[in-house]
């Protein structure tokens, strides 16, 4: 299938690019700007699925997506934008137009310059065109929601499913200052109960799905929930979902926010929470927090009040000290973000001098003019060493 403002006629490289094709292949070609839930939708017409689901899909776009290899909701079990982007078409830093990676199933024809480009945040080249694996449209999910009493009991909980070896296909957390800016913004009436929310789906088909969900639900208990409960109405586990979606675009209603997106171990989930909350007290910054919990991607978001200097001077020294403790825990300064401009300094902390050595090299060889986001991810100081 094609996804684009207009189909091409044709196939460089003598591809096959007939719609049968693609589909039996399980694939599709997509220009940078299309939107990822329209790629869903479009998918979901020919009984397939596109995975990665960022909280941002209604209006993000692909080109955004591989450009930060960004994940979402389900990347617990499915993976992000790089598991499933097969190739693409590239315009190089010498203005030549390449394709880049394979449209088989297999195939490690020399490096993987297409899986370099995932995630290199619009450093290295312009994509032009995308090709990415689908699956096949999955079963139902079975939702099963808890309440917390503080985001370490949620981290607990989480902790326990991994233990279980149970592998949600979603699993959220969400904690009560997302869930009151999402009421005052959408009126959903969903904070008036719960400090935290903690979220798990599994598309587990027949019984094996019912005991995912049951094992979900008794972790939850066993974590200490104050309630939890597996969901018989599918349009209540939607709106829980579409609140955790909602959050940051509802929190910025209150203020500027600074963005957190450290990743940690699962089993360093709940240290990693505890953390925030003792650096949301001693910089006294309001810290709101979600979460791909099951992964341990997690997303504290630091509120400041308009026109705030000194709030937001305490917000960045919280912001870098979350950053220090993700890297204390074996974690990383961002899982799928980005570094951009403001984590060039965990990004340095992170790799060491060594490697950035070698991302230094990789950014001289396929960007010798340094025209592609001149200063983003490599620092300035470095990039001029490249050129």
């Known amino acids: 299938m094609h996804a684009g403002r207009r189909a091409r006629r044709g196939s460089p490289g003598g591809q096959d690019r007939s719609r049968s094709g693609r589909e039996v292949e399980r694939l599709a070609v ?23 689901d960022p909280a941002s899909s209604p209006w993000s776009t692909l080109g955004g997506n591989v450009a930060t290899n960004a994940g979402g909701l389900c990347c617990v079990k499915y993976g992000v934008t790089r598991d499933y982007v097969l190739g693409m078409q590239v315009v190089t830093g010498t203005g030549e137009l390449v394709r880049l990676g394979r449209r ?17 945040e619009g450093t290295l080249g312009v994509i032009t065109e995308i090709t990415v694996r689908l699956r096949a449209q999955r079963a139902p999910e079975r939702t099963v929601a808890g309440y917390f009493s503080s985001t370490v009991a949620a981290g607990v909980a989480a902790a326990e499913i991994a233990a279980a070896g149970i592998v949600p296909s979603a699993l959220e957390l969400i904690d009560k200052h997302c869930l009151a800016a999402v009421d005052a913004w959408k009126n959903m009436g969903l904070s008036a109960d719960a400090e935290v929310v903690l979220l798990g789906r599994s598309d587990a088909p027949g019984a094996a799905g019912e005991v995912e969900a049951a094992t979900m639900l008794s972790c939850f208990e066993k974590a200490g929930a104050t309630w939890a409960a597996q969901s018989s109405d599918q349009a209540e586990a939607d709106a829980l979902f579409e ?5 940051y675009p509802a929190l910025e209603r209150l203020g500027p926010v600074l963005t957190e997106d450290v990743c940690v171990p699962a089993f360093r989930v709940p240290e990693m929470l505890a953390r925030i909350d003792r650096t949301a007290r001693r910089h006294d910054v309001v810290i709101a927090n979600i979460a791909h919990i099951g992964d341990g991607n997690l997303h504290p978001l630091l509120i400041t009040p308009p026109g705030d200097d000194a709030a937001r001077a305490r917000a960045q020294l919280a912001f870098d000290e979350i950053i220090a403790d993700a890297l204390d825990l074996g974690g990383t300064v961002t899982g799928e973000h980005g570094v951009g401009l403001l984590k060039r300094d965990g990004l340095r902390q ?38």
């Not at 088989?104 to 290199?120: C, H, R, W």
């Not at 609140?243 to 959050?247: C, E, K, P, S």
């Not at 001149?374 to 050129?387: L, Q, T």
């Open 243 to 247: 609140a955790r979606r909602l959050a």
């Open 104 to 120: 088989t199933a297999k195939g490690v024809a020399g490096y993987d310059l297409a899986g370099l480009m995932v995630g290199s």
């Open 30 to 52: 997509v220009e940078p700007g299309v939107v990822n839930d329209d790629l869903r939708a479009a998918c979901a017409e020919r009984g397939l699925w596109y995975p990665p």
């Open 350 to 387: 992170e790799l060491g001098p060594v490697v950035l050595d070698l991302h230094q090299a990789v950014k001289a060889a396929l960007d010798p003019h340094g025209i592609f986001n001149p200063g983003k991810v490599i620092p300035e100081r470095m990039a001029r060493v490249c050129e």
